[in-house]
């Protein structure tokens, strides 16, 4: 299909880890990436991954990619209240500068 | 940089009548995008501009919308005659394009309300 599927919603208790998934349609996307929507506010680009890399790491944040299954993950590490927001995953189609993004996941981080 | 600004931030119009929304792009880009937010779509693209020319306007929903470029430092997306069911929250996005890793920085947006 067209689209980047999320899990529209994930609640954790403060101080957890947070796994956030996305899988996505272009296999020839050469980057992939997370934004942040805070309440109010726009996209904030959180963190990207090349697509011939399987890890990035960005202090608590750690991007899984699994290219053959086209599944990516964000991990954010000892979750703050801070983090509650909306995240989306977002591909970019090849050679176009579009970036087309998932419905988004609500992270609830309940103190 | 002041980053991506969009006005009005808040629009409340009535049934039918004319909705302009603004974008100024971040200096230098060279790429816009016009996003729709909503509960039930989640963001949509609706077009994006490369130097100022339409490049893609598919996600354009129907006629009522038009949007142009005059400038690189200027966009408008227009609705005409605006319906309820185009509330929505609308973002404009600007990046610098060069056929790899387009990160693309975010409006505040302007959230429409049609009633």
């Known amino acids: 299909g067209e689209d980047v599927e999320q899990s529209l919603f994930l609640s954790v208790r403060e101080g957890d880890s947070s796994v956030i998934n996305c899988t996505y349609t272009d296999s020839s996307s050469t980057y992939l990436y997370w934004y942040k929507q805070e309440p109010g506010a726009g996209l904030q680009l959180l963190t990207y991954?090349?697509?011939?890399?399987d890890m990035k790491q960005d202090q608590r944040l750690t991007v899984l990619l699994n290219k053959k299954d086209k599944h990516l993950s964000l991990r954010i590490a000892d979750t703050q209240t801070g983090d509650s927001a909306i995240y989306f995953c977002a591909e970019s189609r090849s050679n176009t500068g579009k970036l087309i993004f998932g419905q988004g996941t609500t992270l609830q981080v309940k103190p | 940089d002041a980053g991506v600004i969009q006005s009005p931030r808040h629009e409340v119009t009535e049934m039918g009548q004319e909705v302009t929304l603004r974008c100024k792009p971040i200096s230098g880009h060279n790429s816009l995008f016009w996003y729709r937010q909503t509960m039930m779509r989640g963001l949509e693209l609706l077009i994006y501009?490369?130097?100022?020319?339409?490049?893609?306007d598919s996600g354009m929903p129907e006629d009522r919308f038009s949007a142009k470029m005059p400038n690189a430092s200027f966009s408008t997306l227009k609705i005409q005659p605006s319906e309820p069911r185009d509330s929505a929250v609308y973002f404009c996005?600007?990046?610098?394009?060069?056929?790899?890793?387009?990160?693309?920085?975010f409006g505040s947006g302007t959230q429409l309300s049609v009633l």
């Open positions: 996005a600007s990046s610098f394009f060069r056929g790899s890793n387009e990160k693309l920085f």
């Open positions: 991954i090349f697509s011939n890399m």
């Open positions: 501009f490369n130097n100022n020319v339409p490049i893609d």
